[in-house]
């Protein structure tokens, strides 16, 4: 079963613009913010979000952390969806 917190992650659509932005590669939170027109708190409120529901990691490397996305929690994802398809067959 997933997490709560997945659920709330994927429902917003800036959430999901940032996971699309980390589909490209990792980025630091200054870079993912040039993307939106919202301050760098709400970039890091939405990144700890995401962080929080384990769709990505943040690695501290110098003075920077950097944003990947987790992607077994999407294969998570995937195999919870393909179950209705099954059902449903």
Request: hydrophobic residues 40%; positive net charge; charged residues 30%.
């Given at each position: 079963m997933l997490n709560n917190?997945?659920?709330k992650a994927l429902?917003?659509?800036n959430?999901?613009?940032?996971?699309?932005i980390l589909l490209d590669g990792d980025r630091t939170a200054g870079e993912i913010a040039?993307?939106?027109?919202m301050s760098k708190a709400?970039?890091?409120q939405h990144l700890t979000v995401l962080k929080n529901?384990?769709?990505v990691y943040a690695e501290k490397r110098g003075?920077?952390?950097?944003y990947s996305l987790n992607t077994t929690v999407f294969q998570d994802?995937?195999?919870w969806l393909l179950r209705f398809n099954k059902e449903e067959s």
């Open positions: 917190n997945v659920y429902s917003d659509e959430r999901r613009k940032i996971l699309d040039e993307h939106f027109a709400g970039i890091s529901a384990k769709l003075q920077y952390v950097i994802v995937l195999k």
